[in-house]
């Protein structure tokens, strides 16, 4: 279907009048017959009202144009199954399961797989198959992108192995060795340090992703050790439970 035959279908299905529609969505009556004769297209901030309005997604509106993907788990999107916005707008790049209420609902790629290995395994696809196709697919969707360029799940084994190998060989006093890295999105993890010169800074990017972990103090005590890793640097930090009063220990180029 066209745009101009799914603005009339909905608007017939809520009974409504073309200058009720307008009101709805603040432009006259004259815009909405337009749209359902074909002859313009509704805006971008007029699609989101309508489809708002009519608890559909733009693409919908657009007459399905692209087969929307969720860019955090790869599951294929539905009306129904795709997030919203605290203000109930549509968020097109997300399912209402990795994205809920504003937030993002995983920042550990392994906790992910662990999840999609529970509900996708079956007798056709067993759960090491699985495994190994999330392992591959997801590092290609946007919200865990920062890998793309390291060509599958090899590839990005391999990296995460030599970031560990250059963090271990640090030799950080009281951190534990490091045996293992997750996919960790920066605003999980970007907490606020004081320099020596007195100012507070942060190092991370909030929408980037990160190979990190956290570990405990092999002396005990109330710390732990944070590690977060990319092409571009290493970083490890100390901090106390929820990331309380964090003191950068290396950041150090690579």
Known sequence: ???????????????????????????????????????????????????????????????????????????????????????????????????????????????????????MANEHFKPEQVREYMKGMLPELNYWKK????????????????????????????MPKVEKLNALVGGYINLEYRLPNGKMAKFLDDGVTYLGNQLECEFGGDRCFGIAANMDFILVCTYEDGGVNPELVVYKKR
């Not at 009202?49 to 144009?65: E, M, Q, R």
């Open 1 to 119: 279907m066209e745009t101009k035959d799914i603005i009339l279908e909905l608007r017939n299905k809520k009974g409504l009048s073309q200058e009720e529609l307008a009101e709805k969505v603040f432009v006259t009556r004259q815009a909405v017959s337009r749209w359902e004769k074909g002859e313009t297209t509704p805006n971008t901030e007029t699609l989101k009202l309508l489809s708002k309005f009519f608890d559909v997604s733009i693409n919908t509106l657009l007459g399905s144009p692209r087969q929307l993907i969720c860019q955090c788990c790869g599951m294929p999107l539905e009306d129904s199954d795709i997030s919203k916005e605290t203000d109930g707008f549509f968020n097109e790049e997300y399912c209402k399961w990795c994205y809920a209420d504003g937030e993002y609902m995983y920042h550990d790629m392994d906790d992910l797989i662990d999840v999609c290995v529970n509900h």
């Open 147 to 174: 890998y793309t360029d390291l060509a599958g799940a090899e590839k990005f084994d391999e990296f995460k192995k030599q970031l560990m190998d250059e963090i271990n060989a640090l030799h950080i006093e009281g």
